[in-house]
Each structure stands twice: as C-alpha cells, then as structure tokens.
C-alpha cells in the first residue's frame, strides 16, 4: 500500500502528554507530524496545557473542557500519544485525559506510541501505553518512537541523532499509512473492559 494511496484525507491528533515548557515530548511528537504532513496527511499537537481537565470523574458529567478534548480525539482518523516516562510509566497527565475517552474515541482506530525519558530507554511507558489502547480495541502500530537520555538528543533546531530522528519521522508515516486499516476483531482484553461503569 502507498503511504500517499489514500492519505489526503487522513487527519492526526498528537496528544502531547506533557505540561513542561519547551517539553521534549511535544518537539518530537511536532517532529512526528512532520512525518504525517510527508505521507500526505494533515495533524496538529493536542496540547493539554490548553485545557482544563480536572481528575476524571465518573460521577462528574463533562467538567472543564473534557467535551472539547474527548471531540478531537474522536474525530481523528488516527493518533499519537506521546509521553514523558514518570516513575516507569506514562504521566498523570496523559493518563486523565485518556480516562475520559473510551471505546468511541478509540475502538479500531490506529495509534503512534512515542515515549521520551531522561534516563534510558521508556520501553515501560510504551508497553503500558500499549495495553491500554489494546484495552481500548484500538490498532497499535507496531512501530514506536523511544527517546532516552532524551536532553542530549535535541539541540535548538531538533533532534540531533539522525537515526532517531528518522524513527520519530516514519512514526508519522505509519500512522497515516495504517490509518484505513481493517479492524481486527475485539481483544479479550477490550471485553472485559467495563471503564468507568466499574
């Protein structure tokens, strides 16, 4: 299939799961979108500093800005969710915005992971990152972005490793490349998913 086949169409959220200012997180998931904007489709970063969220809550209908959050994710052909590594995991942040999305935002929908850390490798993050949109039913490219030691990879015009940078790039293309992907049927783990009903 070519990357630029049927890709005209295909819009991508970057959902920037990071506050920092100057956030390595949102530079590579702009350097991503790039690569989106080469396979020919269009994208933009989710930038949740620009949102009020407030801790989700089942008992709370669509506080602060959650409804305008939950809409552009669900209109996306497809996303990436990028990630600072916390603790061995993704961050809070991500994972409050997530918590308010469900199987209409996500369900057979293709996904870019991309994790960056300050240490080594974010394979944590990325592999929790994965189970939940697995949990989801969502499509998860097999291909990901991990930027470790990640201050040394980025200078003032970008990521500084060729290589890596390649790597963030075709994230963007194989999220649009993959965009139209047949579902698979439901996983084991998205059925017995009961999300905020639990």
Same mark, same amino acid.
């Given at each position: 299939?070519?990357?630029?086949?049927?890709?005209?169409?295909? /819009?991508? +959220?970057? +959902?920037c799961g990071s506050l920092r200012d100057g956030s390595y997180t949102r530079r590579a998931l702009t350097r @991503?979108?790039? &690569?989106?904007? @080469?396979?020919?489709?269009?994208?933009e970063v989710l930038d949740l500093r620009q949102y009020r969220l407030p801790p989700f809550d089942a008992d709370e209908e669509r506080p602060g800005d959650s409804v305008a959050v939950v809409r552009r994710i669900r209109e996306a052909d497809?996303?990436?969710? &990028?990630t600072p590594m916390y603790h061995g995991s993704y961050s809070g942040v991500l994972k409050n915005a997530l918590d308010y999305c469900g199987f209409d935002e996500f369900e057979g929908k293709t996904v870019g992971l991309l994790a960056v850390a300050g240490g080594g490798f974010p394979v944590a993050a990325l592999e929790h990152l994965r189970s939940v949109c697995r949990a989801l039913d969502a499509w998860v490219l097999p /291909?990901?972005?991990a930027l470790p030691n990640v201050s040394a990879k980025f200078d003032e015009a970008g990521i500084v490793d060729d290589g890596l940078d390649e790597r963030v790039r075709i994230l963007g293309r194989r999220v649009v490349q993959?965009?139209?992907i047949e579902p698979d049927p439901s996983t084991f783990e998205a059925d017995e998913n009961v999300g905020a009903d639990g």
């Open positions: 299939m070519s990357e630029t086949t049927t890709s005209e169409s295909i /819009h991508v +959220v970057a +959902v @991503a979108l790039d &690569g989106v904007r @080469a396979a020919g489709g269009t994208g497809a996303v990436l969710l &990028g /291909h990901q972005a993959y965009a139209r």
